[in-house]
């Protein structure tokens, strides 16, 4: 069966400092990924995506960048955070059969930025 | 990317019957309809997806009308634990950004 793990689980980070969430999938090949942030209260706002290795596309412009080392591997980086950054950080695989398709998300990471 | 309306939030009691609907009025053909489930601090949780008229399983049921313009999600007899915010997605099924974008969601509480 495949999973999905994140971590940090948890994190508080100073103003200004370097970030990266790292997320792993298990039990499936060339996955797409995605990494979704959500503030307090708020709904998911994707940030970006990957179809394969090295393919990474952004949705929103900001100081987050993503990479993607590895097949099964998806990581979310910056090298200063904002306090507008604080959040919490979801990481999903998309599973698609001829019936449709279904995101499966990681455990997440909440991010403090003070 | 067909745009999704769904009421922010809903009251219900336990052993009602819930209906969710969401508005998706400019759904493209080969979009489906997907509702997700999310629990504070939890990634959300697929509960169902169709394309048209009515699909069910073990937990809600989705009704689409012909024109696919709206669709309801059905949670029979709400529990406490039903209390979660849930979201109406439109999407293609192929790969990649098309696939799913979660809106704002519906706040779902259940009351005693």
């Known amino acids: 069966s495949q999973t999905i793990h994140q971590w940090p689980a948890t994190l508080v980070q100073p103003v200004g400092s370097p970030l990266s969430l790292e997320c792993t999938v298990e039990?499936?090949?060339?996955?797409?990924l995605y990494w979704y942030r959500q503030a307090a209260g708020r709904g998911l706002q994707l940030l970006f995506y990957s179809v394969g290795i090295g393919q990474i596309s952004s949705e929103v412009p900001q100081n987050l960048s993503a990479s993607r080392p590895q097949d099964r591997q998806f990581i979310l980086s910056s090298k200063k955070l904002l306090l507008s950054d604080s959040g919490f950080y979801l990481c999903?695989?998309?599973?698609?059969?001829?019936?449709?398709?279904?995101?499966?998300f990681g455990p997440g990471t909440r991010l403090t930025v003070l | 990317l067909a745009k999704t309306t769904q009421p922010i939030s809903m009251d219900s009691y336990e052993g009602q019957e819930v209906n969710i609907t969401c508005s998706h009025n400019?759904?493209?053909?080969?979009?489906?309809i997907t509702w997700y489930q999310q629990f504070p601090s939890q990634g959300p949780r697929f509960i169902i997806q169709g394309y048209k008229t009515k699909v069910t399983n073990e937990v809600a049921s989705l009704f689409i009308p012909a024109d696919r313009k709206s669709s309801t999600l059905s949670l029979p007899r709400v529990s406490l634990s039903d209390t979660a915010v849930y979201y109406c997605l439109v999407g293609e099924a192929g790969t990649g950004r098309r696939a799913l974008t979660f809106g704002s969601g519906t706040r779902l509480q259940v009351q005693p």
């Open positions: 400019n759904i493209a053909t080969n979009d489906y």
């Open positions: 999903a695989w998309l599973h698609q059969d001829r019936v449709g398709n279904e995101q499966f």
């Open positions: 039990g499936t090949s060339n996955p797409n």
